[in-house]
Structures are given as C-alpha cells and as structure tokens.
T-cell receptor, first 114, second 111 residues
C-alpha cells in the first residue's frame, strides 16, 4: 500500500522568505504526485501535479516541485512567500495509470508572518 | 457553474439521527469519491465509485452507505450518527485518476 509522509507539521515564515515543504512517498511502482492547498475554511485546490517527463513541475501562484525518484521525494518550493500563502498544504500520491485511490500526507500548516 | 457541488455546507445534528450529504459533478468525470477530514486535518478516503460501481471501500463503519444513482452523483448516507462522525466530508471526482477536483466540503457536527 502506498503512503505519504510530510515531515513538517507547522512551518512559520516571514514574508519574502523562501519555502520548502518536504514530501516522501512509499511505493515502488509508477506514481502520480500532487500538491494541494487548503486555505482556512475552504476546499482543496490543486497547486501542481507530476505524471511523467520533466521532474521539475511548475504550478500556480509561483509554486514548483521537484520529483526525485531515487529519494522517493516530491518537495514543494516557493522562492518568496506572501502572507496570502498561509494555508494547509497536502502532498498526495496515486499509483499511476488505472489507479483511483489518492493517498494524502498529514498536511503541513504554513503560517506566514507579515 | 460549480464543478463539484455538495449540499449541505453545514450540518448540525443530534446523536442517533440519520443524515445524507449529496454530491454532484458536472465535469463528465467517470469516478467519484468521498473523503473524510478529521479535526487534525488528516484526509482519508472512504469510498470511490467508477461509473456507478463501488471500487474502493475503506474500513468505514457500516453506518456509512454511499449511493451512486448515476455517474454524476454520489451521495453519502449516515445512520445512527455518533460524536466521532463529526468531521468535514469532501466529495471529489476524477477522470482516470489523473486529476481530482474537490467539492467545498460539508462540515458535520454531531452533538
């Protein structure tokens, strides 16, 4: 069974600081990888996804993530955070083509201080 | 033109009651899901239907019963509600597992 680990439970940054949120998954086969954001009181929105090809994926709102297959990692990055990035961030994985089950990590709460 | 819509948005009910949450998607996706988000924000899949057929049924009490009348609808009925059922329930849909769209959630509070 696949699983996802997000190592940081709560990250606190000042505006303009750089962000990197860790995500590791455990599954030996082909995977699709996702990052979702949940703003306070709102639903999940897709930030970016990786299926194949260039391991550096660019998403919305200036976010990007890098898939490193040898490390089973898919870390999320942003060079300069804003107060409006305060939210909960979820990494998720499904086991490739034909798979339907999206497994989530436990989430990382990001608080950005103005 | 909400892609995945859930009703109601908020639901407060007493222990022991039976309640339903409805979900509809207008994306033409072939698969629909129910996820539960607990108080610690952890998201866990409950059920998944592909073209009206149940394909994922995680360890969920029998009090929870999904119903999919057609490809665009997946409703969740909960019998004999318990305090521990309090959570936010998200409906989602996807086409072949390559892109998931979530509804805005139903916050269920059992008192």
């Amino acid at each position: 069974a696949q699983s996802v680990s997000q190592h940081n439970h709560h990250v606190i940054l000042s505006e303009a600081a750089s962000l990197e949120l860790g995500c590791n998954y455990s599954y030996g086969g082909t995977v699709n990888l996702f990052w979702y954001v949940q703003y306070p009181g709102q639903h999940l929105q897709l930030l970016l996804k990786y299926f194949s090809g260039d391991p550096l994926v660019k998403g919305i709102k200036g976010f990007e993530a890098e898939f490193i297959k040898s490390k089973f990692s898919f870390n999320l990055r942003k060079p300069s955070v804003q107060w409006s990035d305060t939210a909960e961030y979820f990494c998720a994985v499904n086991s490739g083509a034909g798979s339907y089950q999206l497994t989530f990590g436990k989430g990382t709460k990001l608080s950005v201080i103005p | 033109d909400t892609a995945v819509s859930q009703t109601p948005k908020y639901l407060v009910t007493q222990m022991g009651n039976d309640k339903s949450i409805k979900c509809e998607q207008n994306l033409g996706h072939d698969t629909m899901y129910w996820y539960k988000q607990d108080s610690k924000k952890f998201l866990k899949i409950m059920f998944s239907y592909n073209n009206k057929e149940l394909i994922i049924n995680e360890t969920v009490p029998n009090r929870f019963s999904p119903k999919s009348p057609d490809k665009a609808h997946l409703n969740l009925h909960i019998n004999s509600l318990e305090l521990g059922d309090s959570a936010v329930y998200f409906c989602a849909s996807s086409q072949g597992g390559t892109g998931y769209t979530f509804g805005s959630g139903t916050r269920l509070t059992v008192v």
